[in-house]
């Protein structure tokens, strides 16, 4: 079974940092793409960073230099280091995984998300 375990977030005030870690497990067939997606009151859920196995990291436009996205394969963990934290960064923030399938492409599995919020 499938399993994507959160840690991570809290309250902090503006131009503090947070870092989130996620720890996938439940599936031998690998792990394409990791990464978070985030979700404030009202609005659709985005894309905030999210790294392939071979640690190639695609950022959102919000949160390029200040934001770093990392990778440990062999564990199957994603970690996402958030500096220069904004109130705009409040959010349900999101683990996503897209797994190999063993019948041939990709499966996404999502955590159960993380409260981040930034107070200014």
């Known amino acids: 079974q499938v399993q994507l375990v959160e840690s991570g977030g809290g309250l902090v005030q503006a131009g503090g940092s947070l870092r989130l870690s996620c720890a996938a497990s439940?599936?031998?067939?690998?792990?394409?793409?990791m990464g978070w997606y985030r979700q404030a009151p009202g609005k659709q859920r985005e894309l905030v960073a999210v790294?392939?196995?071979?640690?190639?990291?695609r950022y959102a436009d919000s949160v390029k230099g200040r934001f770093t996205i990392s990778r440990d394969n062999a564990a199957n963990t994603v970690t996402l280091q958030m500096n220069s934290l904004k109130p705009e960064d409040t959010a349900v923030y999101f683990c996503?995984?897209?797994?190999?399938?063993?019948?041939?492409?990709?499966?996404?599995?999502w955590g159960q998300g993380t409260q981040v919020t930034v107070s200014s």
């Open positions: 790294i392939t196995s071979g640690r190639s990291p």
């Open positions: 996503n995984a897209d797994f190999y399938s063993p019948y041939g492409g990709l499966q996404g599995y």
């Open positions: 439940g599936n031998e067939f690998g792990i394409h793409e």
